[in-house]
């Protein structure tokens, strides 16, 4: 199994030119770890897309970041915030529908970003330390609060259900294992998974603000190092071609990524 919770996967003659040319693909590399296509250590890890669910890992390219919220499930870098959020949502949306919930609602505090502005400020950085061959070839994560920079709220979900049915304790149980969920990942509402389990019912009302999405956020700003380390000319085209991924087909100049969630749900 991989120690890490990122992700490049390669073919063979990219990852042996990697290998060769440590310090001008190491911003391209970033915090991943470079793994072969059809690798053994592949096999029981997925990557799960927007609207896919989970498959094998082992015959894609590309870069994918741990989701955290299942076990071994990977998502792909260039789409991993709205791939993040929305299984976030569904997964606490389903948790609290199985736990008797007769409404819920999840407001999220989005950050749009344009990107193609905040690369310049990372590919002058990265570009610097590649050709001056420094020992810190890595990151400039520093904040860009700029005009391109806009907050805005927006409703992720909301519903309600009339007339309480939830699963049994037993099922629910099952159901959580079933599905892998990663409970840690939640664990702003593990006390109430935890009464749901001792008492199989749930009276009241959870409301909880901010719940920080910082991981969500960080990889954002990998993306944004990364993309800039693409539009670089430091790093050869060779090793462009043999990762095959264009940022600026996959990713839309404006991303948005959420700071937190705000969630109400009713018992």
């Known amino acids: 199994m991989f120690d890490k919770d990122k992700l490049l996967i390669v073919d063979e003659q990219t990852k042996f030119s990697m290998e060769r040319n440590p310090v001008k693909t190491s911003a391209v590399k970033g915090h991943f770890q470079v793994c072969e296509l059809g690798s053994e250590e592949l096999k029981n890890i997925y990557v799960k897309t927007l609207h896919d669910k989970p498959y094998p890992?082992?015959?894609?390219?590309?870069?994918?970041?741990?989701?955290?919220?299942?076990?071994?499930?990977?998502?792909?870098?260039?789409?991993?915030?709205?791939?993040?959020?929305?299984?976030?949502?569904?997964?606490?949306?389903?948790?609290?529908?199985?736990?008797?919930?007769?409404?819920?609602?999840?407001?999220?505090?989005?950050?749009?970003?344009?990107?193609?502005?905040?690369?310049?400020?990372?590919?002058?950085?990265?570009?610097?330390?590649?050709?001056?061959?420094?020992?810190?070839v890595g990151f400039n994560h520093g904040k860009n609060d700029n005009s391109d920079n806009k907050m805005k709220k927006s409703y992720k979900y909301a519903a309600n259900i009339k007339g309480k049915s939830c699963l049994s304790k037993e099922d629910f149980k099952k159901w959580i294992e079933d599905e892998k969920i990663n409970l840690y990942e939640i664990n702003f509402i593990q006390p109430y998974i935890d009464r749901f389990l001792i008492?199989?019912?749930?009276?009241?009302?959870?409301?909880?603000?901010?719940?920080?999405?910082?991981?969500?956020?960080?990889?954002?700003?990998?993306?944004?190092?990364?993309?800039?380390?693409?539009?670089?000319?430091?790093?050869?085209?060779?090793?462009?071609?043999?990762?095959?991924?264009?940022?600026?087909?996959?990713?839309?100049?404006?991303?948005?990524?959420?700071?937190?969630?705000?969630?109400?749900?009713?018992?």
């Open 57 to 136: 890992l082992i015959d894609k390219k590309g870069y994918f970041v741990e989701s955290k919220l299942y076990e071994n499930v990977f998502y792909p870098l260039e789409s991993f915030n709205e791939c993040y959020e929305k299984d976030l949502s569904s997964i606490i949306t389903q948790i609290a529908f199985n736990m008797g919930a007769q409404s819920v609602s999840i407001i999220s505090d989005t950050k749009e970003t344009k990107v193609s502005e905040n690369s310049k400020s990372f590919k002058s950085n990265i570009d610097a330390d590649i050709l001056g061959y420094g020992g810190n």
């Open 199 to 267: 008492d199989g019912h749930l009276e009241g009302v959870f409301n909880q603000e901010e719940v920080s999405l910082e991981y969500s956020k960080n990889v954002h700003e990998e993306y944004t190092s990364i993309k800039a380390a693409f539009d670089g000319s430091a790093v050869p085209n060779y090793i462009k071609v043999g990762l095959g991924i264009d940022f600026n087909k996959n990713g839309a100049s404006e991303r948005k990524w959420a700071k937190y969630f705000n969630i109400h749900i009713e018992f």
